[in-house]
């Protein structure tokens, strides 16, 4: 593969694209990789971005007419005190009339021209201190809308993006957009007040002079214009790569111990490598485009200036212009070209801009977990008499991974699911939470359609306990807590002994308030799956999902963790998968899937009396794929 092509494939996979499903809540049949439409290409429609950017900038407006008042000021102030050098030197340092200078004149001219500066400064800081609250505001507005829609989305949309470079968009984009907010709008509003006011002062100075300086102007903006849509293109550029080089980190940092493990070192620097040389040589593109717009229009304001001092000096020579007139006319010439250098350089801030916010944007306009039933209910008691019949379900249209799946589980009993890998197991349990929602049939608890029951009320009473387990920044406490927010120290310790982790908690420095940290890396891998079995015990559901909860930890642990989730499963219609068939003997029924089908079902003495599939597997005859 050529270098350029695996490029393409590295920000597909860690950039635009999307990250395969990280934590097998689809087994083998997830959504997989797809294309996401997020921040890909440049903006498509820079007018509708900049209105929506505008929008979190209304609550402030007052404070924004402000800051806009206090740039009219300085505006004002500055090109006032530009001009009063006129009659400072035509009265005081060079008559007019040849007389001897005045320096008590001076002074007092001096002292006025100071004032008026004092006044312009003041301004200036106002403005500065009124727009970076108005800019933190707007953010502060943009970060919360990112991470409430975020919860809202489906599970499937994590299943499918990349954690890396959505953590770009809440940083690197987020901080492109506020840079913009605080400093690029305030700079083109002055830049834009101060060129009218210029103009309009050296008109009224010399018009000739003004016409030299106004020819200027078609080059100077072509030249500019031309920078900047090659600016804008490299701007878009460096945002998706700068995306795909988080997304890549991040994974290799939260891979690190596989990435060790199989001595992938080398090929990780590689890789990272390749993205980083696309991040700096896009970088480069962006930043040497952007850069150079200063360097450009100051040199065409040089010739400006030069051009306007030669014929200045010949007005004064010829048509007795007065020496304090081409003193400001020059003095306006080089600041009129200023705010024109200064609104091109801006330019390359928009685009930045500009593309950091569509990628936010496209998070946001992300389609959220479908809307709620309007007469969705609430039961008062779920008992967990859990239904499915005709079950179809697949994560694409055109790829069904369920086919037709009919089962029931009464309160109490304990159904397990076994089969090969991307039979479809999980995906039922996923469907049992409303991660997703079936294409056909229908899914009932207490004799209600879970499409027509809210779904934090259908959530809060089922438990989970994945294989992977998750521990939040926090106390052991907090973390049992999670399961349910209101659970007394009592219960949360009621749930830990449930679990069989009492006693390895309070072996900890502080007991349940011992503080955990890197999703419990000072704990052992069974002893974060006890904690997660005593945040569901916690939670008093009486659903309960096991998927894989003992596949990772070893023979002894897993007798410990077998126990907790007995007691956890007392009274509880409990959901099980389990690749070690020897934790399932004890279940109601078994379902046996293949190809997203049942092909058999019963209890254990059953499933092996038929000598089928079950009974191959729990010989040894065929093993799990």
């Known amino acids: 593969m050529s270098d350029k092509k695996r490029v393409e494939s590295l920000k597909r996979r860690y950039g635009r694209a999307v990250a395969a499903p990280k934590h097998g809540p689809m087994g083998g049949h997830g959504p997989g990789r797809r294309a996401s439409s997020m921040g890909k290409g440049s903006p498509k429609n820079s007018k509708a971005t900049v209105k929506r950017l505008l929008s979190y900038l209304n609550e402030d407006k007052p404070k924004m007419m402000l800051a806009f008042f206090c740039v009219i000021v300085n505006t004002v102030a500055s090109l006032a ?66 991470f409430s829609k975020m919860q809202k989305l489906p599970v499937g949309f994590y299943d499918t993006h990349n954690n890396g470079d959505l953590m770009s968009r809440y940083t690197n984009d987020v901080d492109t957009v506020g840079q913009m907010l605080s400093n690029t709008l305030v700079q083109l509003f002055s830049g834009a007040l101060s060129i009218i006011g210029t103009l309009g002062l050296m008109i009224y100075t010399n018009f000739y002079l003004t016409v030299v300086t106004v020819i200027m102007i078609p080059l100077m903006m072509k030249a500019g214009g031309a920078v900047a849509r090659r600016s804008q ?113 801006q330019i390359s801030n928009v685009f930045s ?68 890998t991307g039979a479809g197991k999980t995906t039922i349990t996923n469907l049992l939470n409303r991660f997703y929602d079936i294409q056909s049939g229908s899914i009932t608890i207490d004799g209600v359609d879970i499409r027509h029951m ?57 007991g349940y308030d011992t503080m955990l940290e890197g999703d419990g890396a000072n704990l052992s891998q069974g002893q974060r799956q006890l904690l997660n079995i005593a945040r569901a015990a916690v939670s008093k559901a009486p659903i309960l999902i096991l998927d894989e909860a003992t596949s990772s930890v070893d023979t002894r642990t897993e007798k410990h963790i077998e126990h907790g989730m007995d007691r956890l499963m007392a009274n509880r219609t409990t959901f099980v998968i389990a690749h070690r068939l020897s934790t399932v003997r004890n279940a109601n029924a078994i379902m046996v899937l293949e190809s997203g089908e049942i092909m058999e079902r019963g209890d254990h003495d059953e499933l092996l009396a038929m000598k089928g599939r079950y009974y191959e597997l729990y010989t040894g005859l065929k093993e799990l794929d």
Not at 355 to 368: I, L, Q, S, T
Not at 477 to 488: F, P, Q, S, W
């Open 81 to 146: 005190g530009s001009y009063l050098l006129r009659p400072i030197i035509n009265t005081y340092i060079a008559p007019v009339d040849g007389s001897r200078g005045d320096v008590a004149g001076l002074a007092k001219g001096l002292f006025v021209l100071a004032l008026v500066y004092a006044v312009g400064v003041a301004a200036n800081y106002a403005q500065a201190k009124v727009m970076l609250s108005v800019a933190q505001n707007a953010l502060f507005k943009i970060r919360t809308d990112l």
């Open 454 to 510: 809210k779904r934090d009320h259908l959530r809060k009473n089922i438990a989970m306990v994945l294989q992977d387990t998750h521990l939040f920044t926090g106390t052991v406490r907090e973390n049992i807590r999670y399961g349910r927010l209101d659970a007394t120290d009592e219960e949360v310790v009621q749930a830990a002994k449930t679990a069989s982790a009492h006693s390895f908690i309070m072996r900890l420095p502080q």
């Open 233 to 345: 293109k490299y701007f878009t550029a460096q945002q998706t790569s700068l995306g795909a080089v988080n997304g890549y980190v991040e994974e290799t940092i939260t891979g690190q111990k596989v990435v060790k493990v199989f001595c992938h070192e080398d090929i990780a620097k590689e890789e990272f490598q390749i993205l980083n040389e696309d991040l700096r040589d896009n970088q480069i593109k962006a930043q040497f485009f952007g850069g150079i717009m200063g360097p450009v229009m100051g040199n065409l304001s040089q010739i400006n200036y030069s051009l306007t001092a030669c014929l200045g000096g010949l007005l004064c020579i010829f048509k007795n212009f007065d020496v304090g007139g081409l003193t400001v006319f020059l003095n306006f010439s080089r600041h009129f070209s200023r705010p024109i250098n200064e609104i091109s350089m």
């Open 353 to 420: 801009a500009l593309a950091g916010a569509e990628r936010v944007f496209a998070v946001m306009d992300e389609k959220p977990e479908p809307a709620e039933d309007p007469d969705a209910v609430e039961l008062n008691s779920m008992e967990g008499h859990v239904v499915l019949e005709n079950v179809t379900f697949g994560y694409h249209p055109d790829k069904t991974i369920l086919k037709n799946i009919s089962l029931y589980a009464k309160p109490g009993q304990k159904i397990a699911f076994v089969g090969s």
